[in-house]
């Protein structure tokens, strides 16, 4: 599977963003996927993930209340909708998927993860 993620942006703290990460080449609900994050200098961290079949949801402390993690199968795409945005957001946004993950709760590891899209840039000024 190929991912492709898109919708970031440069915004004020405060506002919303919609990420968006599309897969061509087969069917993204055979997978479940995590989005991921990465400032300079500093490891990739975990930051939403779902499962399959949608009914999983894992979040980071750090976000809980203002992400929300989705899956439209019509699109063939997880989407990622981030409100209340803090400049501590600011960073490049990975997504990734795995077909063999059974608990999201237990795959926060980018290690977990089998394939990855390309980054898009979040920045949010203070």
């Known amino acids: 599977v190929q991912l492709q993620a898109s919708g970031g942006g440069l915004v004020q703290a405060g506002d919303s963003l919609r990420l968006s990460c599309a897969a061509s080449?087969?069917?993204?609900?055979?997978?479940?996927v995590g989005w991921f994050r990465q400032t300079p200098g500093k490891e990739r961290e975990f930051v939403a993930a779902i499962s399959r079949s949608g009914g999983g949801k894992d979040y980071a402390d750090s976000v809980k209340g203002r992400f929300t993690i989705s899956r439209d199968n019509a699109k063939n795409t997880v989407d990622m909708q981030m409100n209340s945005l803090k400049p501590e957001d600011t960073a490049v946004y990975f997504c990734?998927?795995?077909?063999?993950?059974?608990?999201?709760?237990?795959?926060?590891?980018?290690?977990?993860?089998?394939?990855w899209g390309q980054g898009t840039l979040v920045t949010v000024s203070s």
């Open positions: 990734a998927a795995d077909r063999t993950i059974l608990s999201v709760r237990a795959s926060i590891q980018p290690k977990d993860y089998d394939y």
């Open positions: 080449g087969r069917t993204i609900s055979s997978y479940a």
